[in-house]
């Protein structure tokens, strides 16, 4: 029973009002360390996002997606296609979140895994193509 309660108390405290009135975006990609936490960073430099990011693949994503992050999130930016559609696989396992998610919230970018963190050409396609979805 404590995990349970464990878990439901994360899901109330991902909607902490504290956390400022900026709009709460995850970013997602493989393993949650290149892509991902460069578009986290420079998503919240560009427009003052409060970000996070997290690996779709959870045998070596660091920080793995969970119910928690995807109830936190206002929107959900995907590198590419493949981890949006193994997020919808996921998706269908998630409890209290699911059905609570708008699936205008996401956004695909299409942006291989070619960069190293912070890579110049990787901050200009994530504000480029995240420009060009909305």
Same mark, same amino acid.
């Given at each position: %029973?404590?995990?349970?309660?464990?878990?439901?108390?994360?899901?109330?405290?991902?909607?902490?009002?504290?956390?400022? /009135?900026?709009? +709460?975006?995850?970013?997602?990609?493989? *393993?949650?360390?290149?892509?991902?936490?460069?578009?986290? +960073?420079? #998503?919240?430099?560009? !427009?003052?996002?409060?970000?996070?990011?997290?690996?779709?693949?959870?045998?070596?994503?660091? @920080?793995? @997606?969970?119910? @928690? #992050?995807? !109830?936190?999130?206002?929107?959900?930016?995907?590198?590419?296609?493949?981890?949006?559609?193994?997020?919808?696989? %996921?998706?269908?396992?998630?409890?209290? *979140?699911?059905?609570?998610?708008?699936?205008?919230? !996401?956004?695909?970018?299409?942006?291989? /895994?070619?960069?190293?963190?912070?890579?110049?050409? #990787?901050?200009?396609?994530? #504000?480029?193509?995240?420009?060009?979805?909305?």
């Amino acid at each position: %029973m404590q995990v349970k309660r464990s878990h439901m108390n994360r899901l109330a405290n991902s909607r902490n009002p504290f956390q400022t /009135d900026a709009k +709460k975006v995850l970013t997602v990609c493989s *393993a949650g360390l290149l892509r991902s936490p460069t578009a986290a +960073k420079v #998503l919240s430099e560009a !427009y003052g996002f409060n970000c996070r990011a997290a690996g779709i693949v959870e045998e070596y994503a660091l @920080v793995p @997606v969970t119910e @928690v #992050l995807v !109830y936190w999130a206002d929107e959900i930016v995907f590198m590419q296609q493949e981890h949006f559609d193994d997020f919808q696989d %996921m998706f269908d396992s998630f409890g209290p *979140a699911n059905g609570l998610i708008d699936h205008s919230m !996401y956004q695909i970018l299409d942006i291989p /895994d070619n960069f190293s963190w912070m890579d110049e050409e #990787l901050q200009k396609h994530i #504000l480029d193509k995240y420009d060009e979805k909305k």
